[in-house]
């Protein structure tokens, strides 16, 4: 009887095997890393469709008044630290985001896309509210809206956006200024140099930053602004 002959690999035959290995973790590897962004980009989608709903109820609830993103807007200096911001006002229709002075970890309010360790307070919400038209604020040409029934194009007019930078003080909110990209804005490009904009009429979008800083100038010139 004759032994059968074992099977045995070369040494270069294992370096080729190791080197195919490696190629393929390679190819794989930023494809999985595209696919968990593009399913933190859909979360934060569903995020902000939550938000809102929101906004909305408490527009219906208030007969059609819009929450300012900070009570200074109606002269009230008596709130806490002087004044709210909107996720204050608005705490009774964000309660399974905001748990007295405190966003919710894994809350609506907090983007999949930007984690944080550390509870946040109220100021630091990670969506934020358009200060101009929507907000109450004015500037330039723009209009105050008090009500609902100002917003005139609600599918065009940009109501919350991914904002929160981190060394802001003022970061529960975000305005658009002019071109350049200005951090004062708070606006946070995270979705692979997109940021996720919900519109009036509550659908959500992905938008650059030649979107948000339109190369002719102030953001009330262009056809979401605040006419």
Same mark, same amino acid.
């Given at each position: 009887?004759?032994?059968?002959?074992?099977?045995?690999?070369?040494?270069?035959?294992?370096?080729?095997?190791?080197?195919?290995?490696?190629?393929?973790?390679? !190819?794989?590897?930023?494809?999985?890393?595209?696919?968990?962004? *593009?399913?933190?980009?859909?979360?934060?989608?569903?995020?902000?469709?939550?938000?809102?709903?929101?906004? $909305?109820? &408490?527009?219906?609830? &208030?007969?059609?008044?819009?929450?300012?993103?900070?009570?200074?807007?109606? %002269?009230?200096?008596?709130?806490? %630290?002087?004044? /709210?911001? /909107?996720?204050?006002?608005?705490?009774?229709?964000?309660?399974?985001?905001?748990? %007295?002075?405190? !966003?919710?970890?894994?809350?609506?309010?907090?983007?999949?896309? =930007?984690?944080? $360790?550390?509870?946040?307070?109220? /100021?630091?919400?990670?969506?934020?509210? $358009?200060? &101009?038209? !929507? %907000?109450?604020?004015?500037?330039?040409?723009?209009?105050?809206?008090?009500?609902?029934?100002?917003?005139?194009?609600?599918?065009?007019?940009?109501? =919350?956006?991914?904002?929160?930078?981190?060394?802001?003080?003022?970061?529960?909110?975000?305005?658009?200024?002019?071109?350049?990209? $200005?951090?004062?804005?708070? !606006?946070?490009?995270?979705?692979?140099?997109?940021?996720?904009?919900? =519109?009036?009429?509550?659908?959500?979008?992905?938008?650059?930053?030649? /979107? *948000? &800083?339109?190369?002719?100038?102030?953001?009330?010139?262009?056809?979401?602004?605040?006419?």
């Amino acid at each position: 009887m004759h032994r059968a002959k074992k099977c045995r690999f070369t040494l270069i035959e294992l370096l080729m095997v190791v080197a195919i290995i490696i190629l393929l973790i390679s !190819i794989l590897l930023p494809a999985l890393s595209k696919t968990r962004e *593009v399913a933190k980009r859909i979360a934060c989608v569903s995020n902000q469709r939550q938000l809102s709903l929101a906004w $909305n109820n &408490y527009c219906i609830d &208030y007969g059609g008044r819009l929450p300012a993103y900070d009570t200074t807007i109606w %002269g009230d200096l008596g709130g806490e %630290g002087n004044h /709210w911001p /909107w996720p204050i006002t608005m705490r009774d229709h964000l309660s399974k985001a905001v748990s %007295g002075t405190t !966003i919710k970890k894994n809350s609506f309010l907090m983007c999949p896309s =930007f984690p944080v $360790n550390q509870n946040q307070n109220y /100021w630091n919400p990670e969506y934020g509210m $358009n200060v &101009y038209g !929507i %907000g109450g604020g004015t500037a330039v040409d723009s209009k105050q809206y008090t009500k609902v029934s100002n917003i005139k194009s609600p599918s065009e007019q940009g109501a =919350f956006t991914d904002s929160y930078i981190p060394w802001s003080s003022n970061a529960g909110y975000y305005g658009i200024w002019p071109q350049g990209g $200005n951090a004062g804005s708070m !606006i946070n490009f995270r979705h692979s140099t997109k940021t996720n904009v919900l =519109f009036c009429d509550g659908h959500v979008e992905p938008k650059d930053r030649l /979107w *948000v &800083y339109p190369p002719w100038g102030w953001w009330n010139k262009v056809p979401w602004g605040s006419p």
